[in-house]
C-alpha cells in the first residue's frame, strides 16, 4: 500500500455525507448598538450603521485615546460597517456547512477577530462532513442496513456448492447484480455489485465482505477508494464529494476517519491533523481561503485548548480558546503595532489585560465585556501615569468637577 507523504486529516466515513444547513438567527434588533461605545446606531442614506461618538477604532478597546495618526475625536461621525449581517448577538453557536466548512460563531461585540469565516471553517467544526460513506440506507422496515448486507439473506439459501472462481452474472430479488469471483455462495475474491439505486462496489470481497481494496460509487455521484475491512472503510482512503467538491484523504478505522489526514473544501479551505472517531480531535491546521491560518488544539470538531491563529491582514492571537472562540489567557497583536495581553471571555476581554498602543500608551487594568471596567492605570507614552481610578464600561474615572473628561483626556494624549 502507499503511505501517506504528507500527514493529513479526514471526515468521518459514516458523516461526510449528512447535509448540514447554516444556523442563521431570525430575530431583530429593534435599537442597535455601536458594539465599542455602546451608544445607539442609526442608519445613514446608504444603509450604513453609524454612531456619532469618540472617533475610535471598532478594533480597539472603547473610549480611550487613540495613537497620535488618528483624526480628531471631536464628534467625528464614524461608520461602521456590519461585515456579518447574518450574525446577531444571540447567535451564540457556531453553524457549519454541508461541505463541513465552519462559518463564524456568534457577533464579535469587540470586533477583536477579523471576518475571518466569510470563507467557511470548518475551525468546525460541527465542523466536519457527516456520513461521507453512508453505506448503510433505511431497510423496508426503516431500519439502518448496509448495502453489503442487502442480500446475504438470499446468498444463505443458495446451495452452498464447493465451486470457485468467476461465474456470469447473478442476479438478486432486490433488482442488486453481482458479477465476479465465488467461493461456494459466498462473494470471495474480486467482483462488482450494483445496486438498483445506481450504487456499486468494485473491489475485494472475502466471505461475502468487502475486504481489502475496492472502490464505492454512491447513487449520487460521491466516490470513496481505498482499504475496506469486513464492509467498512479501514486503513488508507480517499473520499470525494462530488456536489460538495470536498475531499478527504488519510486513515480510517471502523467507516470512520480516525487517524491523520487531510481535508479540503470547496473554496480553498483545508484541515490537516489528527481525527479521532469521526471528529477532528487532537492537533490540527486548519487554513482558510483567504491565507488565514489556525494551528493548535482541537476537541469535539472544534477548536478546543490552546492555538495560534494568523489573520490575512497580518494580525495574530496565541493563546486559549474555547468551542471556537478565544476563552481564557492569551495574546493579541494588530499589524499596527498595538497588542492586548491578558484575559478573554467568550472573544471579548475580560478580566486583568493590558493594552499596548503603538505610540507607547499602555492601559493596565481590569476588563469586562470588552470594556475597561473596574481599577485601571492609564500611562503616557513616556511611561507616566495620566489617568488612574474605577473605570466604568470603558469611560474613565470622573474628576472631581464631575465631569470624566473624556474628549479632553483624547485631545490633550493626542498632543504629546
Known amino acids: 500500500r502507499d503511505r501517506l507523504d504528507v500527514l493529513h486529516v479526514f471526515p468521518t466515513a459514516r458523516q461526510a455525507r449528512a447535509s448540514m444547513g447554516n444556523e442563521s438567527c431570525s430575530c431583530k434588533l429593534a435599537r442597535p448598538v455601536c458594539p465599542p461605545c455602546g451608544s ?8 450604513q450603521l453609524t454612531s456619532r461618538s469618540m472617533g475610535h477604532d471598532a478594533s480597539r478597546p472603547a473610549s480611550l485615546p487613540m495613537p497620535s495618526d488618528h483624526p480628531s475625536l471631536e464628534e467625528q461621525e464614524v461608520s461602521l460597517m456590519v461585515e456579518s449581517p447574518s450574525f446577531c448577538p444571540s447567535s451564540a453557536r457556531s453553524s457549519s456547512t454541508r461541505s463541513g466548512e ?40 426503516g431500519v439502518l442496513e448496509s448495502y453489503f448486507a442487502r442480500e446475504l439473506q438470499e446468498l444463505r439459501s443458495l446451495p452452498p456448492g464447493s465451486y470457485q472462481g468467476a461465474r456470469p452474472l447473478y442476479k438478486f430479488k432486490t433488482g442488486a447484480t453481482y458479477q465476479g469471483h465465488w467461493r461456494g455462495n459466498v462473494r470471495h475474491g474480486t467482483g462488482t455489485q450494483k445496486w438498483a439505486d445506481g450504487a456499486s462496489f468494485t473491489g475485494q470481497w472475502v466471505q461475502s465482505f468487502a ?3 475496492g472502490r464505492f460509487i ?16 479501514h486503513g488508507l482512503g480517499t473520499y470525494l464529494h462530488e456536489r460538495g467538491k470536498t475531499t478527504y484523504h488519510g486513515q480510517w478505522v471502523d467507516d470512520q476517519q480516525h487517524g491523520v489526514g487531510v481535508e479540503s473544501f470547496r473554496g480553498g479551505a483545508s484541515y490537516e491533523g489528527q481525527f479521532q472517531f469521526g471528529q477532528k480531535e487532537g492537533r490540527g491546521v486548519y487554513t482558510w481561503a483567504d491565507g488565514s491560518v489556525y494551528s493548535g488544539d482541537w476537541s469535539k470538531n472544534s477548536i478546543n485548548g490552546f492555538g495560534h491563529y494568523r489573520g490575512k491582514d497580518g494580525r495574530e492571537f496565541r493563546g486559549e480558546w474555547e468551542d471556537a472562540l478565544i476563552h481564557g489567557r492569551g495574546s493579541y497583536k494588530w499589524p ?43 500611562y503616557n ?12 464600561r470603558g469611560r474613565p474615572p470622573y474628576r472631581e468637577d464631575g465631569s470624566d473628561g473624556s474628549h479632553s483626556l483624547g485631545r490633550s494624549l493626542l498632543s504629546r
Open 336 to 378: 499596527d503595532g498595538g497588542s492586548f495581553v491578558g484575559q478573554y471571555a467568550y472573544d471579548q476581554k475580560d478580566g486583568f489585560g493590558v493594552f499596548t498602543w503603538q505610540d507607547g500608551r499602555q492601559f493596565k487594568g481590569f476588563w469586562s465585556a470588552g470594556m475597561q471596567h473596574g481599577f485601571g492605570i492609564l
Open 40 to 47: 445607539e446606531l442609526r442608519r445613514t442614506a446608504s444603509g
Open 211 to 213: 475486504d481489502g481494496l
Open 381 to 392: 507614552a513616556q511611561g507616566e501615569v495620566s489617568v488612574q481610578g474605577l473605570w466604568e
Open 102 to 141: 465552519v462559518t463564524h460563531r456568534r457577533w464579535l461585540s469587540s470586533r477583536e477577530l477579523p471576518q475571518r469565516h466569510e470563507s467557511g471553517w470548518d475551525p468546525d467544526a460541527s465542523t466536519s462532513m457527516s456520513n461521507p460513506l453512508s453505506t448503510h440506507t433505511d431497510g423496508d422496515d
Open 218 to 233: 454512491h447513487a449520487d455521484g460521491d466516490v470513496f477508494y481505498g482499504e475496506w475491512r469486513r464492509s467498512a472503510a
